[in-house]
């Protein structure tokens, strides 16, 4: 009896399999990142989290399967400094956990920044194995996939998958969340355009620039119009100088750029919206409020910022605890802030209006430290990128538009504290990063070496982040409207730390059943009106 013999490429080349499932990782993540762009449920306890909580459990459950398939213990083209950054983010990240007031929104958020992480490195690592093109196709399609599912509901399609309020934020649920993902992804689309080896493949690309174009538009987002104002500032001063020292960029990639935009332009102004602003010129008086801080959203965010300074300066070195800012901001804030909303269960946003600013209250500000220092050594490769001109000057011109898109709108709203945002974010840098310092073939000594055993922590770490999130959706599956107090008892049981359950259930039962519901909400959040009116109904006391 014979033994079937391996293919003859396996044969001869001892990493065909380690780059058969790098390629697969690169799949992994590509189709997670469309997911995650696509999911949403048709209805839950809460519209806000109905829309993220199914995102995060697809960008949790890719990015590890591709780091199990990956396996970048020794990842190729990443610096010692963004090692440590990253490394020291993450580790700060877990010991500002122990400040938190509610333990579950900061593992929530902290198990979010890891997955994030290695989604960073995991792409940079595939990318350096050649799958860089493979990687920015997946982000160009998801970008062109999650705008569309917005366009849809600016153009009059219902789904119950979309929410009402902050229309048209498609399958995102808000128009803000789904502007930054679209502007975050034009630089990878242009860059696509311009770099794509043939004529249909640019063609393409400069295709899937409409969408997220109009998306913009049609938002009216200012983070995200001043974030892509600065970022297309980048990219169009790189490939000017491109033509005028070498010529390297044919007019023709140019002109399908352009060409991009300019129907996108046509198209928004053009076809007839469902969209009823409040204004009969929106575009304009967004445009002529992009600075204004004295008056309406500008001058709560000021307000906001101030406060959160605030409290920022009271726990410089952990911080108030990971995604536990709306428990906290009331320590700093008057009754009377815009940010608050009284007459909700949930009174404010989970975020600051701004990443900085949550980095900094909430992980302390050497936290914030460390993703400076993880921006600038990525923007130094970028910028290594454009000195040595051709394919690595858009590369890297790419690199910078991410990074400068990214702290821009950063700076106006939470953008990296999101699933898809992050997950597209950390996709797109780790492939042009791969552009920008040039192809360098891995040896086969480094593509076939052992795993070490200590680094099957990582993935068991991340493991976590995938069974909480996937424990999540469970209990809102199973909760559905919340109109029914049945289903939202067996959610409650499935998921006891979720505050929008236990609150539902605290405000609407006999307290004779609800005793205990009250009691979790004033753990969960001790310091919120709802939570507290809720104990004190059914004679909770707080400790």
């Not at 901001?329 to 989970?350: E, F, M, T």
């Amino acid at each position: 009896m014979t033994l079937p013999s391996p293919s003859s490429a396996e044969a001869h080349d001892p990493t065909a399999p380690v780059r058969s499932l790098s390629r697969a990782a690169a799949h992994v993540l590509g189709i997670g990142l469309v997911t995650a762009a696509l999911i949403a449920l048709p209805t839950g306890p809460s519209d806000l989290d109905r829309h993220q909580l199914p995102k995060e459990m697809v960008v949790h459950l890719a990015v590890w399967l591709a780091v199990v398939l990956a396996r970048p213990a020794r990842p190729a083209g990443i610096s010692r400094a963004m090692v440590w950054s990253c490394l020291m983010l993450v580790a700060w990240s877990m010991a500002a956990s122990v400040t938190a007031l509610n333990p579950w929104l900061a593992l929530r958020a902290t198990a979010l920044t890891a997955t994030g992480v290695m989604a960073f490195i995991t792409a940079r690592h595939l990318a350096a194995m050649g799958h860089a093109t493979l990687l920015l196709g997946w982000a160009a399609a998801a970008a062109a996939i999650g705008a569309g599912t917005g366009l849809a509901q600016a153009f009059g399609f219902t789904s119950p998958f979309f929410a009402r309020a902050r229309a048209p934020g498609g399958t995102f649920g808000n128009r803000n969340f789904l502007a930054h993902f679209s502007a975050i992804a034009l630089p990878v689309v242009g860059t696509l355009v311009l770099t794509a080896r043939r004529t249909p493949g640019a063609v393409l690309a400069a295709c899937a620039t409409i969408a997220p174009a109009m998306m913009i538009v049609l938002s009216r987002s200012r983070a995200a119009w001043l974030g892509s104002l600065v970022a297309g500032t980048v990219v169009v001063g790189v490939v000017l100088l491109q033509r005028r020292t070498n010529g390297a960029i044919p007019w023709t990639r140019i002109a399908l750029v352009a060409s991009g935009l300019v129907i996108a332009a046509a198209l928004t102004f053009t076809l007839p919206n469902t969209l009823q602003w409040r204004t009969d010129s929106p575009y304009t008086d967004t445009l002529g409020d992009l600075a204004n801080a004295s008056e309406g959203s500008g001058r709560g965010r000021i307000l906001q910022y101030r406060n959160t300074t605030r409290l920022a300066l009271r726990h410089p070195y952990l911080g108030v605890g990971p995604g536990n800012w709306p428990l906290r901001y009331g320590d700093v804030a008057p009754g009377n802030d815009p940010s608050w909303s009284h007459r909700d269960v949930i009174p404010l946003n989970p975020w600051p209006s701004s990443d900085w600013m949550a980095l900094a209250s909430e992980r302390g500000l050497l936290a914030l430290l460390w993703v400076v220092g993880l921006g600038i050594a990525i923007a130094w490769r970028g910028v290594r990128g454009l000195r040595a001109g051709d394919e690595r000057a858009l590369g890297g011109a790419g690199v910078l538009a991410i990074v400068a898109v990214v702290s821009v709108q950063g700076g106006f709203d939470a953008v990296m504290l999101l699933p898809a945002p992050l997950l597209l974010a950390a996709v797109a840098t780790g492939a042009l990063l791969e552009r920008a310092d040039g192809a360098t073939p891995l040896s086969r000594e480094r593509l076939t070496a052992a795993v070490p055993k200590w680094w099957w922590l990582v993935p068991a770490m991340l493991a976590f982040g995938v069974l909480r999130s996937v424990e999540q959706n469970l209990a809102y599956v199973v909760a559905g409207s919340g109109a029914q107090i049945s289903r939202l008892r067996w959610a409650g049981r499935i998921d006891p730390w979720s505050y929008p359950i236990r609150i539902a259930l605290a405000t609407r039962e006999p307290c004779v059943r609800a005793r205990d519901d009250a009691a979790a909400v004033l753990r969960l959040a001790p310091t919120w009106p709802a939570a507290r009116t809720a104990a004190r109904r059914c004679g909770v006391v707080s400790r």
